[in-house]
């Protein structure tokens, strides 16, 4: 156990959609990031933040927004979800926002039908 | 912009031989490389990392070497298991200060045959 939560574990929605996935950071970690990991593909970094501002941004769609609340979580919403958004979706988190080990929870699957 | 080339995408060793890894980062200001192991289905975990001001470092079977003049690092796994298999990515980010966020590579599958 990573100390990373997310939530749910799987989803699956219709095209059109919105959803909101959840990141609970280990316990002391400031910094969250957001990574999307396609079937057969590697991890695409979607977006950081750290201690409730955004530090950066990857690929991340318009559609996708994110945003870190005052007690650390992070909720990621992908709305107007196209077939081709079905992935996994990992959240990281990480003491310091670099140079330091970023801890993975264990992923939300996302299917859209 | 930031890229991480990993090779080679598949790798089939017999158990006991020795794998290795290679990536190349762009970003000559990346200071941190770790290395992930991710079985199928669950996330990915880090098995070691390394810092610039370090050439080499080893943990048991597995070492990870960094040529910052060739902005090259590699994972070597002497005595492979079957335990082993697993997709691994290499990731290269900026240290304290910037966005710390990772860049991976697009990972290499690695089959320990028995």
């Known amino acids: 156990d990573s100390g990373v939560t997310q939530t749910p574990k799987h989803l699956i929605t219709a095209t059109g959609q919105r959803v909101t996935l959840r990141c609970s950071p280990r316990s002391g970690d400031l910094s969250v990031y957001w990574y999307q990991q396609s079937l057969d593909q590697g991890l695409q970094f979607l977006i950081q933040?750290?201690?409730?501002?955004?530090?950066a941004k990857g690929n991340i769609l318009e559609r996708f927004s994110a945003q870190q609340f005052p007690d650390l979580h992070s909720e990621l919403n992908l709305s107007s979800l196209e077939l081709g958004d079905s992935a996994l979706y990992f959240c990281a988190s990480s003491v310091v926002p670099g140079g330091a080990e970023a801890f993975f929870g264990q992923g939300t699957r996302l299917t859209v039908v | 912009g930031e890229n991480v080339e990993q090779h080679p995408s598949t790798l089939s060793v017999q158990e006991g031989d020795s794998a290795v890894i290679k990536c190349t980062y762009s970003?000559?200001?990346?200071?941190?490389f770790p290395w992930y192991k991710q079985e199928l289905g669950k996330r990915p975990q880090l098995i070691i990392d390394?810092?610039?001001?370090?050439g080499e470092k080893k943990d048991q079977r597995i070492a990870v070497t960094l040529n910052k003049t060739a902005k090259h690092f590699s994972l070597h796994i002497t005595e492979t298991q079957p335990e082993d298999s697993a997709v691994y990515f290499c990731a290269a980010s900026k240290g304290s200060g910037n966005t710390g966020k990772l860049i991976f590579g697009q990972g290499t599958t690695l089959q320990v045959k028995p």
């Open positions: 390394i810092r610039s001001n370090v």
């Open positions: 933040y750290y201690n409730g501002e955004e530090r």
């Open positions: 970003d000559s200001a990346s200071n941190y």
